[in-house]
T-cell receptor, first 114, second 113 residues
Framework: DSGVTQTPKHLITATGQRVTLRCSPRSGDLSVYWYQQSLDQGLQFLIQ???????AKGNILERFSAQQFPDLHSELNLSSLELGDSALYFC?????????????FGPGTRLTVL | AQSVTQLDSQVPVFEEAPVELRCNYSSSVSVYLFWYVQYPNQGLQLLLKYLSGSTLVESINGFEAEFNKSQTSFHLRKPSVHISDTAEYFCAVKRTGANNLFFGTGTRLTVIP
C-alpha cells in the first residue's frame, strides 16, 4: 500500500458525460501527479500540482482539468467524454515535487466510456 | 525530448532462471532512471531508481539495474526469478530539471513453474 488513495475504483459512463476522479496523496506529500494508462498510448503524464499550484503540464486534453485543494487532495475532471478516454487513471504523490523525488502511485481509477 | 524503449513486450522465463528486461532511453540532457512494477489489478510500485553515484542499483527483492551512460541503457536483472515476480515492468526516465516521468511501453514478465 503506497498510502495514495483514489476514488472511485471503477467508473462507467456514457459519451458526452463529465466525471470527477479524486486523489488523496500520502500524508506529508505536497505534490500530486496525474497519469493516464491506455492500451494505445501507454502511460502518459497529464499534469502536476504542488501545494495547490499547477507545476507542470503534459499531454492533457483541453476537455480535462485538474485542481489541488488546500487539504492537498486533488481532483481530475474529464468532460465531453469520448470512447477513447477509456483508460486507467493514476494519481501519484511526492514529498516536494522535486525531480529527484520518488513518486508513489495510487491503485488507479478505471474509466470505461460506453 | 526524452523517450524510453522497452524492446521486449513479453518475457516468459522458468522459475529460478535468470532474467534481463531491457530498457534504452534517449535524452540530450542528464536524466534520472526508474523501474516500476505493476502487479495485476494494482498500481505501480517503485522497484529501484538511479539518481547519481554508483551505476549499479539494487532493490530489496533481488532485482538490480545498471546505468550505462555510453549505451544509454538501464537494464533490469534478477539472477533467479520466483513465481511472485510475474508482473508488468515499466522503465521510466525523468529529466533532472523536470518532474514528469516518461514511461516505456512495459514488459510483461511471466514466470513459468
Amino acid at each position: 500500500d503506497s498510502g495514495v488513495t483514489q476514488t472511485p475504483k471503477h467508473l462507467i459512463t456514457a459519451t458526452g458525460q463529465r466525471v470527477t476522479l479524486r486523489c488523496s496523496p500520502r500524508s506529508g506529500d505536497l505534490s500530486v501527479y496525474w497519469y493516464q494508462q491506455s492500451l494505445d498510448q501507454g502511460l502518459q503524464f497529464l499534469i502536476q500540482y504542488y501545494n495547490g499550484e499547477e507545476r507542470a503540464k503534459g499531454n492533457i486534453l483541453e476537455r480535462f482539468s485538474a485542481q489541488q485543494f488546500p487539504d492537498l487532495h486533488s481532483e481530475l475532471n474529464l468532460s465531453s467524454l469520448e470512447l477513447g478516454d477509456s483508460a486507467l487513471y493514476f494519481c501519484a504523490s511526492s514529498v516536494a515535487g522535486q525531480p529527484s523525488d520518488t513518486q508513489y502511485f495510487g491503485p488507479g481509477t478505471r474509466l470505461t466510456v460506453l | 525530448a526524452q523517450s524510453v524503449t522497452q524492446l521486449d513486450s513479453q518475457v516468459p522465463v522458468f522459475e529460478e532462471a535468470p532474467v534481463e528486461l531491457r530498457c534504452n532511453y534517449s535524452s540530450s540532457v542528464s536524466v534520472y532512471l526508474f523501474w516500476y512494477v505493476q502487479y495485476p489489478n494494482q498500481g505501480l510500485q517503485l522497484l529501484l531508481k538511479y539518481l547519481s553515484g554508483s551505476t549499479l542499483v539494487e532493490s530489496i527483492n533481488g532485482f538490480e539495474a545498471e546505468f550505462n551512460k555510453s549505451q544509454t541503457s538501464f537494464h533490469l536483472r534478477k539472477p533467479s526469478v520466483h513465481i511472485s515476480d510475474t508482473a508488468e515492468y515499466f522503465c521510466a526516465v525523468k529529466r533532472t530539471g523536470a518532474n514528469n516521468l516518461f514511461f516505456g511501453t512495459g514488459t510483461r514478465l511471466t514466470v513459468i513453474p
